[in-house]
């Protein structure tokens, strides 16, 4: 191998890890920690049970076993505004990103009875 | 025309204006004796807005009907691991999902209250009771 073609492959590799390393970035994911979402979890409990699955009626959703990010993302929006709903602006307002990543880890690793529809394909 | 007369056709000219406003309003009263005042009334009640959710009497959904409704859904929600693009994140689960939520949700994409341009294009073309089919289905057991 040829200095030339050494300093390319190098350079190369480099680029990747620096594509890499800014694509992570620009993702911007808070990884959560469950077991902090847990302890974070009280308050919800109120309305969408311990789990996330025994909501106490049928307007509060089930979040058990939601995709992390779906749930960080509709956090996200009724701390923006953009998600319309009191109760749900009220609870968020205090909660930094780490809490809601958190949080949507604690209950996206709960075991509920959400599935998608690919059974119907 | 006679003076009299002339006052004759304006007085019916008038009965008949008048009476043609009563038959116009929404909730003309039965009785044709009703004063002016009551009429008045009835329009102003019928003009107050009231919220939908107030009126809307409670729909029986059926989740047969659902169950062929949802063919849509599964374009996205159908697709394990499926992701919503700008910004990325997965397409929620929804089957499972309790019905009042799912109303709920659904009616605030037709209104333009909860926004996502393919939810809300959806949800234009629901009626109050294809919703409730949906959710009737949505929320009973993932088996069938």
């Known amino acids: 191998m040829t200095l030339t073609s050494k300093w390319k492959l190098s350079s190369r590799a480099l680029f990747a890890v620096a594509l890499l390393g800014a694509m992570s970035m620009a993702m911007g994911a808070t990884q959560g920690d469950r077991s902090a979402g847990a302890t974070k979890s009280r308050p919800c409990a109120a309305c969408h049970g311990a789990d996330g699955n025994k909501t106490i009626d049928g307007q509060y959703p089930r979040i058990a076993g939601q995709y992390a990010d779906y749930l960080l993302r509709s956090m996200q929006e009724y701390k923006n505004g953009r998600r319309d709903n009191a109760i749900m602006a009220g609870f968020v307002k205090e909660l930094n990103t780490q809490d809601l990543a958190d949080l949507a880890a604690f209950y996206s690793t709960q075991k509920g009875q959400l599935v998608d529809l690919s059974h119907l394909k | ?144």
């Open chain 2, 1 to 144: 025309m006679h003076p009299a007369n002339l006052r004759v056709a304006a007085l019916t000219l008038l009965v008949a204006a008048s009476s043609g406003f009563a038959q116009s309003t929404p909730t003309a009263p039965a009785d044709p004796e009703a004063t002016p005042a009551t009429t008045i009334e009835a329009v102003t009640t019928t003009a107050t807005p009231v919220p939908p959710a107030a009126v809307a009497p409670a729909l029986v959904g059926d989740s047969k009907e659902g169950r062929l409704r949802v063919y849509t859904c599964t374009g996205c929600h159908g697709i394990a691991g499926y992701r919503n693009v700008y910004p990325t994140y997965h397409v929620p689960k929804i089957h499972g999902q309790n019905a009042q939520y799912l109303i709920t949700a659904l009616t605030s994409y037709r209104e333009g209250q909860r926004k996502h341009p393919t939810m809300q294009a959806q949800g234009e073309s629901l009626s109050d009771q294809d919703i409730a089919d949906i959710a009737a289905y949505l929320s009973s057991a993932a088996q069938h």
